[in-house]
Nanobody, 125 residues
Framework: VQLQASGGGLVQAGGSLRLSCAAS????????MGWFRQAPGKEREFVAA????????LYSDSVKGRFTISRDNAKNTVYLQMNSLKPEDTAVYYC???????????????????WGQGTQVTVSS
């Protein structure tokens, strides 16, 4: 399984970015796709996740209403549309994947077996 994240960059506060994560080596529709981020000196934290088997994506409280996760199964790609960006959104963003299943806490990084290389998002004030 390989995950390739892209789309990061430098943006002013209030701006938007769209991250992409292209997956290969897996049956995309059987996997939960998540986004996490890690700011300097901080722990990696959950941002959003999308399960094919569920209609409602998961979001952290800090991004709910501003970020939208979506996926295109035909392209094996998951997206993170980030609007109204704030300086505190500055971090390296990682996409992650694991096989969907019952009982997992998809907000926890420890549920995910596969990780992309990360893409830097910097929001200036």
């Amino acid at each position: 399984v390989q995950l390739q994240a892209s789309g990061g960059g430098l943006v002013q506060a209030g701006g938007s970015l769209r991250l992409s994560c292209a997956a290969s080596g897996l049956t995309f529709s059987n996997y939960v796709m998540g986004w996490f981020r890690q700011a300097p000196g901080k722990e990696r934290e959950f941002v959003a996740a999308f399960r094919w088997s569920r209609s409602s994506p998961l979001y952290s409280d800090s991004v709910k209403g501003r970020f939208t996760i979506s996926r295109d199964n035909a392209k094996n790609t998951v997206y993170l549309q980030m609007n109204s960006l704030k300086p505190e959104d500055t971090a390296v963003y990682y996409c992650a994947a694991d096989r969907d299943g019952y009982g997992a806490n998809w907000r926890s990084q420890y549920e995910y077996s596969y990780w992309g290389q990360g893409t830097q998002v910097t929001v200036s004030s």
